[in-house]
């Protein structure tokens, strides 16, 4: 597949791996998340690793991602406007935006973060894989109910 394009179906699989990915996240099933970076990285805004291989993404969600009555963060993720680039080596690159949406209990539900994604994905025995997340948070809400640490304290 080195130098070709990608076909609709390569398309839709990529959609659909960032799809499982979100719906990971929504369910509060941190070990999920983790097994869809079991050969990849997460990477922040700047394009350091926080966290590379299953247990060591597991464990920053773990840590890093409140869970409520039900188990779960409460939350909505909503990733938009995939494009994805075909690489000249088979991989591609995938860029979409994220939207955030979170209610917990009966409070209102309320965008609490949008941003951006840029992943680079290659085929694993016949399978689209992450190989690298970068996250680029752009705007920040309330995330008080949705993280253990204040976002504004990175990089201070």
Do not use: C, K
């Amino acid at each position: 597949m080195a130098g070709m394009g990608l076909t609709a179906v390569d398309r839709f699989e990529i959609a659909e791996l960032l799809a499982r990915y979100s719906a990971a996240v929504d369910d509060g099933d941190f070990a999920a998340v983790g097994a869809l970076f079991a050969g990849g990285e997460l990477r922040d805004a700047e394009d350091r690793v926080v966290a590379a291989g299953a247990a060591a993404v597991t464990d920053l969600f773990a840590a890093t991602t409140q869970r409520h009555g039900s188990g779960t963060p409460e939350t909505v993720h909503l990733v938009t406007n995939l494009v994805v680039e075909p690489q000249p080596d088979g991989s591609a690159v995938a860029r979409s935006r994220f939207l955030v949406l979170q209610q917990v209990g009966s409070g209102a539900l309320e965008p609490i973060v949008t941003g951006r994604y840029v992943d680079r994905l290659e085929r694993d025995q016949g399978e689209w894989v992450f190989r690298s997340r970068r996250m680029e948070p752009a705007i920040w809400g309330d995330v008080a109910r949705h993280l253990t640490f204040d976002p504004s304290s990175i990089g201070s």
